[in-house]
Nanobody, 116 residues
Framework: VQLQASGGGLVQAGGSLRLSCSVP???????????FEWYHQAPGNQRELVAT??????YYGDSVKGRFTISRDNNKKTVYLQMNSLKTEDTGTYFC?????????WGSGTLVTVSS
């Protein structure tokens, strides 16, 4: 399964970005049952889980609660991460991850840079 992540870029602190992770070749029924996650990797740090969408529920890391929202569009087979009130510490590469029965796939990442 190929995950196509996009939407990163340069934004000022306090601004917003929306990341997208599409899986155009995934069967729709599989998409419905797949857990999607967004991870953040700051320069020199390990990947950190920031948001999860699974079984109709969403979960967030403490550092992004109230600022980030994960959502999915089943028709487009795309998962989004809406990032608001961005902080300089949100800078880094964001990775989309999909997991389900027999599946554990990572996207290539999209770079987000938040300037002060």
């Amino acid at each position: 399964v190929q995950l196509q992540a996009s939407g990163g870029g340069l934004v000022q602190a306090g601004g917003s970005l929306r990341l997208s992770c599409s899986v155009p070749r995934m069967i729709l029924s599989t998409f419905w049952g797949t857990t999607f996650e967004w991870y953040h990797q700051a320069p020199g740090n390990q990947r950190e889980l920031v948001a999860t969408s699974s079984d109709g529920s969403s979960y967030y890391g403490d550092s992004v609660k109230g600022r980030f929202t994960i959502s999915r569009d089943n028709n487009k087979k795309t998962v989004y991460l809406q990032m608001n009130s961005l902080k300089t510490e949100d800078t880094g590469t964001y990775f989309c991850h999909a997991q389900g029965p027999g599946m554990d796939c990572w996207g290539s990442g999209t770079l987000v840079t938040v300037s002060s």
